[in-house]
């Protein structure tokens, strides 16, 4: 592995694996600042006037890793939303339009081979020193020479080329055209002080400084009451205490009993369960920022190398019973395609029909009846055990002998080699924005390209689709990409599925920004 191929499970949880209304407005649509709010499942919350003051207590999931490095900000839900809070972005995502925070301004030469980043005056560190470029390009130069999560992302930014010209702008210089490096650029690019050597003590610009914090257990970050953006929002708590939870039902079980006052990641199997309990807020996130669930075949591997193998296993999966049994009735079934809901997805795909009897000729006229399959796959997150048992009876009715190769969640991405050449395998694939998301897992440059090399003819529509410039053209190069994936691409994404968290009726003004598991807190309050 390279410095830009970090663990799969710390790069999916943060750029797109694991999670983008509601069932019914959903939390996170677009709440905070502009005076919406999240709401429960199915209902709509009225608008709250924000109130300041208070100490809100969340719980998140930890790891055995957790760290206060600006360097592993995103490797535990709780380190992320952590650091939302202690370092500002360059800029982040409503929806999927991208709304600039440390850059004013963020624009590309006529190939999108260099990118002018103008830096917002008047922001200051919680230390005093004002934000200056340099600061913005030694901190480029830093997620992208270590192994971060944001290196993969910055893979095509040459750092030495780069520079500054002059307190507020920098030219970055990318080896290849890439007209979609402003989104990579809205992806938790935190920005630290040029010269920064203690990574764990980093200064921010953000809302609030970490007061203090144990490895495990919980952090106490206190406002800024400095912030230099404070006059369009928060910070209006006065204190927010994160809780290191791994376990999901503890989360849920804390907030019931007063402990917490929200709960990030919660099961969809709590979320209906209490679903009806009017002490609390069962939220989910907007539908462009659900899931995706797939079953992932490698083009490269038998049996997959036929065509008609990949087409015979996308007729054998029945979505909609998928939709009941794996998402408990809270997803939708999904098109053989990543990204619905964003304004990059072509709404034109067609829907395959479950049709096992066109499966099983499928599988005869190119000699492969009763063919075998294995199934590799963890209880990592939810969904993806649960889609590989519901299969195994799917596929008997198209004739494949389908079995379950159930690895330890703790073992299963330490083998690098094997994920990347199991045959077939569950995949969940946390949102992000569409045309990154194409560039992570398809072509001959994805950092995982779990359906196997990609041809000549998915390699040329790559290339086209990050040297288009200009929106239009940029739809056009995605929707391209898309309608190739939809035909002949190895995964067949058949359902998707949201997130969930639950929270006490008080708390207000919380905001995906993004990433539903690790919400902005910028903008949260506690009511009346």
């Known amino acids: 592995m390279t410095v830009h191929q970090i663990s799969r499970r710390s790069a999916l949880r943060t750029f797109g694996v694991?999670?983008?209304?509601?069932?019914?407005?959903?939390?996170?649509?677009?709440?905070?600042?502009?005076?919406?709010?999240?709401?429960?499942?199915?209902?709509?919350?009225?608008?709250?006037?924000?109130?300041?003051?208070?100490?809100?207590?969340?719980?998140?999931?930890?790891?055995?890793?957790?760290?206060?490095?600006?360097?592993?900000?995103?490797?535990?839900?709780?380190?992320?939303?952590?650091?939302?809070?202690?370092?500002?972005?360059?800029?982040?995502?409503?929806?999927?339009?991208?709304?600039?925070?440390?850059?004013?301004?963020?624009?590309?030469?006529?190939?999108?081979?260099?990118w002018t980043v103008r830096v917002r005056d008047g922001v200051t560190f919680s230390d005093g020193r004002r934000l200056t470029a340099q600061d913005v390009l030694f901190s480029l130069r830093t997620l992208a020479g270590n192994p971060t999560t944001q290196s993969a992302l910055l893979g095509g930014l040459d750092p030495v080329a780069s520079t500054v010209r002059d307190p507020r702008t920098l030219d970055l210089v990318l080896k290849s055209p890439d007209g979609f490096f402003d989104l990579a650029l809205a992806q938790s690019i935190f920005v630290i002080p040029d010269g920064t050597t203690d990574f764990e003590h980093a200064v921010g610009s953000g809302p609030f400084v970490l007061k203090s914090w144990t490895r495990g257990s919980s952090s106490l970050l206190a406002a800024r009451r400095d912030y230099w953006d404070s006059s369009r929002g928060g910070p209006y708590l006065d204190e927010i205490e994160l809780a290191s939870v791994v376990d999901a039902g503890a989360r849920v079980n804390g907030l019931k009993a007063g402990q917490f006052d929200y709960a990030?990641?919660?099961?969809?199997?709590?979320?209906?369960?209490?679903?009806?309990?009017?002490?609390?807020?069962?939220?989910?996130?907007?539908?462009?920022?659900?899931?995706?669930?797939?079953?992932?075949?490698?083009?490269?591997?038998?049996?997959?190398?036929?065509?008609?193998?990949?087409?015979a296993l996308k007729y054998a999966i029945d979505r909609e019973a998928m939709v009941r049994t794996v998402t408990l009735g809270f997803g939708e079934p999904a098109d053989d395609a990543l990204g619905k809901y964003q304004s990059w997805y072509d709404t034109s795909l067609p829907r395959r029909a479950h049709d096992p009897e066109r499966a099983k000729q499928l599988l005869a006229a190119a000699g492969l009846g009763g063919l075998k399959l294995s199934v590799r796959t963890s209880d990592y997150e939810y969904g993806t055990l649960e889609s590989a048992t519901a299969f195994v009876q799917q596929g008997q009715a198209a004739g494949l002998a389908v079995a379950v190769d159930r690895i330890p969640a703790a073992d299963y991405y330490t083998d690098i080699k094997a994920l990347l050449s199991a045959p077939l395998q569950t995949n969940r694939y946390n949102a992000m924005p569409l045309p990154l998301q194409l560039s992570f897992f398809y072509g001959a440059k994805a950092a995982y390209p779990f359906t196997g090399p990609a041809d000549d003819t998915l390699d040329g529509l790559m290339t086209a689709m990050h040297a288009a410039v200009g929106d239009a053209r940029r739809a056009h190069a995605v929707n391209d990409v898309q309608h190739y994936l939809h035909e002949r691409g190895g995964d067949a994404v058949f359902a998707r599925i949201p997130p969930a968290a639950a929270m006490r009726p008080s708390v207000r003004g919380v905001q995906a920004r993004g990433f539903f598991d690790y919400p902005c807190l910028r903008d949260a309050f506690l009511s009346a």
């Open 18 to 114: 694991g999670v983008g209304a509601a069932l019914g407005s959903g939390l996170l649509a677009a709440c905070g600042s502009n005076g919406k709010d999240p709401a429960a499942l199915g209902t709509a919350a009225a608008s709250v006037a924000p109130r300041r003051g208070g100490k809100l207590r969340a719980a998140f999931a930890g790891s055995s890793a957790e760290s206060t490095s600006v360097l592993q900000a995103t490797g535990s839900a709780i380190d992320y939303v952590r650091a939302r809070l202690v370092w500002d972005t360059l800029g982040e995502l409503e929806g999927s339009s991208v709304v600039w925070r440390l850059a004013e301004s963020v624009e590309p030469n006529a190939d999108a081979t260099r």
């Open 264 to 311: 990030g990641g919660i099961t969809l199997t709590a979320a209906r369960a209490e679903a009806n309990n009017r002490d609390l807020r069962i939220v989910t996130a907007p539908k462009e920022l659900w899931s995706d669930l797939a079953l992932t075949m490698n083009l490269g591997q038998a049996p997959f190398t036929r065509p008609e193998a990949v087409e």
